[in-house]
C-alpha cells in the first residue's frame, strides 16, 4: 500500500500521472461538507473518486461508506461509472485495494440487477441523477418500488458522502440538497456514520446554500480552490485559446432548421469534432434530421436525455470514442461532466453559468493552441420566457451582454474566471423540517396519491416522468395484471409538460390506446390521463411517441402505419414485488421451516452488524427483531396456504418457505400481512418492556408494507360472522396465532389485538399504534429509524435470496 496519496492516484491510471496540488489536498482534508470550486477540465471526478477510495482504504477510516454522486444530467451518468470502474479495476490489478474492492451502481428507474440496498455495510459508489437520487433521499424514489423508498431513505442518509457535480445546472436541487445537509447534521436526529456533502462547481453561487435550516458557518463555507502552483501546472488548459464569434443566424420562430444544418456544416473543420448545443431537445432533433438531409450520413451523432440507454449509447459512444473527423447536435446535457474536446463549438445563447461550462467542451485541454479553436454563438430573437424556456429572458440579456464584450478574443478558463456574472434573483421552495418528518409516511392518501416532491427536484417543466413500451395487442391496447413491469434499459424519460400533451393527444385519438400505471393494491394496470413526476407509465408500442433514432418525439403514431410505432424493448421478465398482496419472499424451491430461516435472518443480521459496529443499544433490539420477524406466519390460514404446494404429505414444521405455490387464503385474508401479525404478537408479550416499540416498529417495517399507521384497505371486509370495524391488512380484531416454536422460543396461543388502529388510549392507557411511531420517529429522528428498519430488511432478502439459491442445488 503506498504511503501517500500520489502514489495511488497515479496507479489508477494507466499513463501513471500524477495528480494536481488540489486533488492531494482534498484527499488530505477531512470529511466534511465543503464548496470545490476548480474551473472545468481539471479532473473533479477523479479528484472526488479517488480521494475518497484511498480513505477508504486506510484503517479505521473516518469517511463515509458510500460516495454518493450526484449528476444534474442523464447523460452523464454511465461516463461517471465507467470511469470509477476503470480506476478501481486498475487499483486491483496493483493491489492497492485490499478485500472486497467498492462496487459502483447507478441509480435509475426499473428493476436493478444488482441491488446494492441488501450490502448496507460495503463500500459502494452510487451514481444517478438528482432526480433519482434526491426523490429518494426524500423518500417518494422514482421510478422503484414504493415499498422500498424507506431502505434508500436510510442508506442514502446515513454513512455517505454526498457529492452534487456541476450545481450551476441543479436549480432547486441545490437548496434541497443544503436542506438535507443541515437535516443531517441536526444534535437531535441520530445518524450512523458521518454524511457530509461536497458541492462542485465552477461558477456556484454559495449564497443558495445559505438556507433555514443549513445557515453560513462563521467563516464561511470550507472551500477548496486553484492554488498559484496548481495555475502553474496547468496554465496550458487555463490559457487554451478558443476565438469567440456571434454568427449571422438568430434563432427565431421562423428559423428553418437548413439554415443551421448549412451554419454547421460551412463551420466544421474536415478531420476534428465540431459540437454543437441547442437549448431543446426538439431543436436538436431538427437540426439532426437536417444534417442528414444535406448530406452529412456518417459520423453525425445526437446526445440529449430522452433516449432508453440502449438508443441513446451507440450516439454517446461516437460523442466520447468516435473518429476525429464527427459532428454531435446535443443538449445542455453535454454541459456538465464529458471529457470531450471540440475544434469548434457552435452553441445557442444561454444562461452565463451554462456559456461557461459549454465553453469548456472546446479546446479542453489545449491540445488546439497552435491552430487555436473556434466558438461560434447564436443569439435568440424571442420576447417572451416561455420561447427561451428553461431559461429566462432576464438570464439571457447578461448572458448575452458579456459574450458581446468579449467577441473576437480568446475565451479562455482564464478570462471567462475573471467575468462576474449576478444571475437574476430566483424564489425557490425550500423543504422545511416539517415536511420531511411527513415524508417519512409513506402510505398513500385516501385516493392513493403521495406527497408530490417534484418541486424540490427540479424546476418548474423540468421535472420528468419515464416511460416504456410493450405489445399489448390491439384491437384492446390494454395490459393484463402479468404485464411485466420495466426493466432499466427500457424507460425513457420524458418531461411532465410534453407528455401531458402526448396524453391529450391519445385521448383526443379515441381509439382505445391510453398509458397505464401499476396499481399496487389492487395488483392491475389502470388507465391515466395525468402527467405526474416521478411516475412510470406503460404505453402501447403502436401509441408511438418514440424513436429509436430521435428519441422522444411526442407524435402519436399512426394505427396503420407500423414505421410510426416504437419498438419495445427485448428484456427478460421479472417478478412484481409493487403489490400489498404478493409476498414474494415466501416461495422457493423447497419447503423451509421457520426456525431455519429465522436463524439464517440473525446469523445475515449479526454479519451486518459485527461489520458495521452498531451500538448495543441499537443491535440488541435488531437482533431481537429479527427472532420475531416472521413469527405471523405461524396463523393457520397462511401455513394452510403455504402446505398446500407440498399436496397430500405436508411437512409438519412451521413453514417459513413454501416450496411452490399452493393455494390462496380466504377472500376476507387477500391483503394478509404476516409481518403486522409478527408485531402485534411480539407487543402481546411485551407490550411496555423497554424499547418494545422500536421492536415492534421494525418487525412490522421489514417489507416496507405496514409502517408508520396501521389502516384497513379498500374493500377490505371481515366476513359476516365477525362484524367488527378492527380489520386491517387480512387481521381481524381477535384472531388467533397458535401455539408455536421456533429458535429457541415457545410462543403459546396469542390473541392479536387492533385496538391499536384507533386514535388516542385504549381502556388501559396504551397509546395507538400512530401515536407510539410518531413518538419513536421523533425521539432518535427519521433518518436513524428508517436505517434500523433497513438493516433487518436486508437481511432478511439476503437470507430468503441464499435460501433460494440453495432450493435450486441438487
Same mark, same amino acid.
Request: glycine share 6%.
Given at each position: 500500500m503506498?504511503? #501517500?496519496?500520489k ?15 488540489? /486533488?492531494? &489536498?482534498l ?10 470550486? @476548480?474551473?472545468?477540465?481539471l479532473?473533479?471526478?477523479a ?11 486506510q484503517?479505521?477510516?473516518?469517511w463515509?461508506r ?15 461509472? #465507467? +470511469?470509477? +470502474? ?6 486491483v490489478s ?20 444488482e441491488?446494492w ?6 463500500d ?8 433519482m437520487?434526491?426523490?429518494r433521499a ?6 422503484m ?24 445546472l ?8 443544503? /436542506? ?5 447534521h441536526?444534535?437531535?436526529?441520530? /445518524? ?12 456556484l453561487e ?9 445557515p ?8 477548496l480552490?486553484?492554488e498559484?502552483?496548481?495555475r ?9 485559446k ?7 443566424l438568430?434563432?427565431t ?10 451554419l ?7 478531420g ?10 426538439? &431543436?436538436?432533433?431538427e ?7 444535406a448530406g ?8 440529449h ?38 475544434? @469548434? ?7 452565463w ?6 465553453l ?6 489545449g491540445?488546439f ?7 461560434h ?12 424556456a ?10 448575452r ?6 467577441e473576437g ?9 475573471? @467575468?462576474k456574472?449576478?444571475?437574476?434573483p430566483?424564489?425557490?421552495p425550500?423543504i &422545511? ?9 409513506t ?14 427536484i ?14 399489448l ?7 393484463s ?23 391529450d393527444k391519445?385521448?383526443?385519438?379515441n ?14 394496470w ?51 414485488? #409493487? ?7 415466501s ?12 436463524? #439464517? ?22 437482533l ?7 413469527v ?21 414444521d412451521v413453514?417459513?418457505?413454501s ?5 390462496s ?13 409478527s ?20 418487525i ?14 379498500? +374493500? +377490505?371486509?371481515p ?7 378492527l ?10 396465532l ?6 429457541a422460543?415457545?410462543l ?32 432518535i ?7 434500523l ?9 439476503r ?12
Open positions: 503506498p504511503t #501517500d496519496f502514489a495511488f492516484f497515479s496507479f489508477a491510471f494507466t499513463d501513471r500521472r500524477e495528480p494536481y496540488g488540489y /486533488q492531494q &489536498r484527499a488530505a482534508e477531512p470529511c466534511i461538507s465543503r464548496l470545490i470550486n @476548480v474551473p472545468t477540465g479532473g473533479k471526478t479528484a472526488v473518486i479517488l480521494a475518497w477510495l484511498w480513505n477508504r482504504q484503517p479505521n477510516s473516518a463515509s458510500r460516495l454518493v454522486y450526484c449528476l444534474p444530467m442523464r447523460t452523464l451518468v454511465e461516463q461517471t461509472r #465507467d +470511469e470509477a +470502474e476503470k480506476w478501481i479495476s486498475n487499483l496493483a493491489g492497492l485495494i485490499k478485500g472486497e474492492s467498492p462496487k459502483v451502481h447507478i441509480l435509475m428507474g426499473g428493476e436493478e440487477a441491488p440496498d441488501l450490502h448496507p455495510e460495503s459502494a459508489i452510487l451514481i444517478g441523477t438528482q432526480d437520487l434526491l426523490s426524500l423518500n417518494r424514489g422514482y421510478g418500488s414504493r415499498y422500498r423508498w424507506p431502505m434508500h431513505f436510510g442508506l442514502l442518509n446515513n454513512d455517505c458522502l454526498w457529492v452534487l457535480d456541476e450545481t450551476q441543479m436549480g432547486v436541487g441545490v437548496e434541497t440538497s443544503a /436542506q438535507l445537509d443541515g437535516f443531517r441536526l444534535a437531535q436526529w441520530l /445518524q450512523h456514520g458521518p454524511c457530509p456533502t461536497w458541492w462542485m462547481s465552477a461558477t454559495d449564497a443558495r446554500l445559505a438556507t433555514v435550516d443549513h453560513t458557518p462563521a467563516g464561511g463555507w470550507p472551500r480552490v486553484l498559484s502552483k496548481d502553474d501546472a496547468v496554465s496550458h488548459r487555463l490559457a487554451a478558443k476565438c469567440l464569434h456571434k454568427a449571422k438568430t434563432i420562430k421562423q428559423t428553418k432548421a437548413a439554415e443551421f444544418a448549412s454547421v456544416l460551412k463551420a466544421h473543420v474536415e476534428q469534432l465540431t459540437l454543437v448545443i441547442v437549448n431543446r431537445v426538439q &431543436r436538436a432533433q437540426l439532426y434530421e437536417a444534417l442528414q438531409k452529412r450520413k456518417d459520423n453525425l451523432a445526437l446526445v436525455s430522452r433516449f432508453r440507454a440502449p438508443d441513446r449509447k451507440a450516439h454517446q459512444d461516437m460523442l466520447i470514442h468516435g473518429s476525429e473527423d464527427r459532428i454531435v447536435v446535443a443538449t445542455q446535457a453535454v454541459e456538465a461532466g464529458v471529457d470531450v474536446s471540440a475544434r @469548434v463549438l457552435i452553441t445557442e445563447l444561454a444562461p453559468s451554462s456559456i461557461v461550462q459549454r469548456g467542451r472546446c479546446n479542453r485541454g491540445e493552441n497552435a491552430e487555436g479553436a473556434d466558438v454563438w447564436l443569439d435568440l430573437g424571442f420576447d417572451k420566457d416561455a420561447d427561451v428553461p431559461y429566462t429572458l432576464a438570464e439571457l440579456k447578461d448572458a451582454a458579456e459574450l458581446e464584450k468579449l478574443t480568446s475565451v479562455s478558463p482564464e478570462v471567462l474566471g475573471s @467575468v456574472v449576478t444571475p437574476p430566483v424564489i425557490r425550500v &422545511r423540517r416539517k415536511d420531511l418528518i411527513d415524508l417519512f409516511d402510505t398513500p392518501d385516501i385516493a392513493g396519491h403521495d406527497l408530490d416532491i417534484s418541486r424540490y427540479r424546476e418548474g417543466d423540468d421535472t420528468d416522468v419515464q416511460v416504456f413500451w410493450r405489445d395487442g390491439a384491437p384492446d391496447f390494454s395490459p395484471a402479468d404485464t411485466d413491469g420495466p426493466a432499466r434499459d427500457e424507460l425513457c424519460r420524458v418531461a411532465v409538460y410534453r407528455f401531458q400533451a402526448f396524453l391519445l385521448k383526443k385519438a381509439d382505445g390506446r391510453s398509458a397505464y400505471v401499476w396499481d399496487g393494491l389492487r395488483e392491475e389502470k388507465p391515466e390521463t395525468r402527467a405526474r413526476a416521478g411516475t412510470v407509465y406503460l404505453l402501447d408500442h403502436r401509441a408511438g411517441g418514440y424513436d429509436v433514432h430521435l428519441g422522444w418525439t411526442g407524435e402519436v403514431a399512426t394505427l396503420k402505419k407500423e414505421s410510426e410505432w416504437a419498438s419495445p424493448s427485448a428484456i427478460a421478465a421479472h417478478q412484481k414485488e #409493487d403489490s400489498t398482496q404478493r409476498d414474494l419472499l416461495y422457493t424451491g423447497k419447503p423451509l421451516s421457520l426456525t431455519d430461516h429465522t436463524n #439464517d435472518v440473525i446469523a445475515e443480521t449479526q454479519l451486518i452488524l459485527n461489520t458495521l459496529g452498531l451500538d448495543a443499544k441499537w443491535s440488541a433490539p435488531l431481537t427483531a429479527a427472532q420475531w420477524h416472521d405471523g406466519k405461524s396463523f393457520k390460514e397462511f401455513q394452510d396456504m403455504l402446505k398446500s404446494a407440498a399436496g397430500a404429505n405436508p411437512p409438519a413453514l417459513a418457505k416450496g411452490g405455490r399452493g393455494g387464503m380466504p377472500p376476507w385474508r387477500k391483503h394478509f400481512r404476516h409481518e403486522l401479525a408485531a402485534l404478537a411480539w407487543l402481546a408479550h411485551h407490550d411496555g418492556t423497554e424499547q418494545a416499540d422500536l421492536i415492534a416498529y421494525v412490522a417495517a421489514h417489507h416496507g408494507k405496514v409502517r408508520l399507521s396501521i389502516r384497513s384497505l379498500p +374493500e +377490505e371486509q366476513p359476516p360472522d365477525r362484524a367488527t370495524d380489520m386491517a391488512r387480512g387481521i381481524i380484531d381477535g384472531d388467533e397458535p401455539e408455536v416454536s421456533w429458535s422460543i415457545t403459546p396461543k396469542t390473541t392479536l389485538r387492533l385496538q391499536l388502529m384507533r386514535m388516542g388510549s385504549d381502556e388501559n392507557g396504551r397509546p395507538s399504534w400512530l401515536a407510539r411511531m410518531i413518538a419513536l420517529r421523533d425521539e429522528g427519521p433518518f436513524a429509524l428508517a436505517y428498519e433497513t438493516l433487518l430488511r436486508a437481511a432478511d432478502m437470507a430468503s435470496a441464499a435460501e433460494a439459491k440453495a432450493a435450486t442445488q441438487p
